[in-house]
């Protein structure tokens, strides 16, 4: 077994030259982490204030319209539409197509651009109500 | 076939014929996600508020409480699948790994079992208040017709 010691282990932020495949891949798993972690804790409790009750609920909005409820909402709206365009992208690149270099940096950019421009007319919308 | 390196351990074996089964699972259930979770974000969007009855009235109806029960089960799955990437990637010592894992089960399971609880909870408070509304209105009319 010491021979397994020192075999390459998977890749650390700071190994890699900066690029956009490079940085529309972490992102796919910070706002997958993201979801995953804070997301369904949130799922969970917004369920739970509702099966609990009007109070219930009354504690969960107070905390959710707070700044800091609405700081977390719209991260994990960002996450949310982040980690669907790059899944998208995930899919295209899974039936073997968008590899050429130009083509790829071009979708690696649009990416996280597209989630930004769907997080901010998610909330323009909620707030204009 | 050798036995100094992982690699040599394995050569020539073959494949072991389960390792797409994890990659797929996650493409299946990352298609329901897409359209779940669309679902989700434009029917909050475009709730007419957000008060307790608001929300409610949109989350107990057949449709919306089976959507809400699919999305729990498609992401907690997904999540599932996701996070055990991230922990095989950067846990290596097998005993902190199979206690990641283990938890990563328990949390994942729970959570999920937990908020189907929860939807199967709202829908029953919402039969429970049109029965109680049916009988008002039933005992209403009774008196009314004396």
């Known amino acids: 077994m010491a021979a397994t010691k020192n075999r390459p282990i998977a890749p650390h932020l700071q190994v890699w030259r900066w690029g956009p495949a490079m940085l529309v891949s972490i992102l796919h798993r910070v706002s997958g982490d993201g979801l995953a972690l804070v997301g369904l804790g949130v799922l969970i409790w917004w369920l739970a204030s509702l099966a609990g009750g009007p109070e219930a609920y009354e504690t969960f909005t107070t905390h959710a319209s707070a700044w800091y409820g609405k700081i977390v909402l719209v991260g994990l709206t960002w996450a949310f539409f982040n980690h669907m365009a790059s899944g998208l992208r995930h899919f295209v690149l899974d039936i073997g197509a968008g590899y050429e270099l130009k083509n790829n940096a071009a979708w690696s950019i649009a990416t996280p651009l597209l989630a930004l421009a769907a997080t901010v007319a998610t909330w323009a919308v909620i707030l204009s109500k | ?146």
Do not use: C
């Open chain 2, 1 to 146: 076939m050798g036995n100094g390196t992982s690699i040599g351990r394995v050569r020539a074996l073959g494949s072991a014929h389960t390792g797409t089964h994890h990659w797929l699972v996650a493409r299946f259930t990352a298609i329901s996600n897409l359209f779940l979770g669309l679902w989700l974000v434009f029917s909050l969007v475009t709730l007419p508020g957000y008060t307790y009855a608001d929300v409610m009235k949109w989350a107990t109806t057949p449709l919306s409480a089976t959507f809400l029960a699919l999305f729990v089960v498609s992401t907690f799955w997904h999540a599932r699948l996701g996070l055990q990437v991230v922990i095989e990637d950067y846990v290596h010592e097998h005993a902190n790994k199979f206690a990641a894992m283990a938890a990563l089960n328990l949390a994942a399971f729970g959570g999920a079992g937990a908020s189907l609880f929860f939807i199967a909870r709202l829908v029953m408070i919402a039969a429970s208040q049109e029965t109680a509304a049916t009988a008002m209105q039933a005992m209403q009319s009774m008196m009314g017709g004396r």
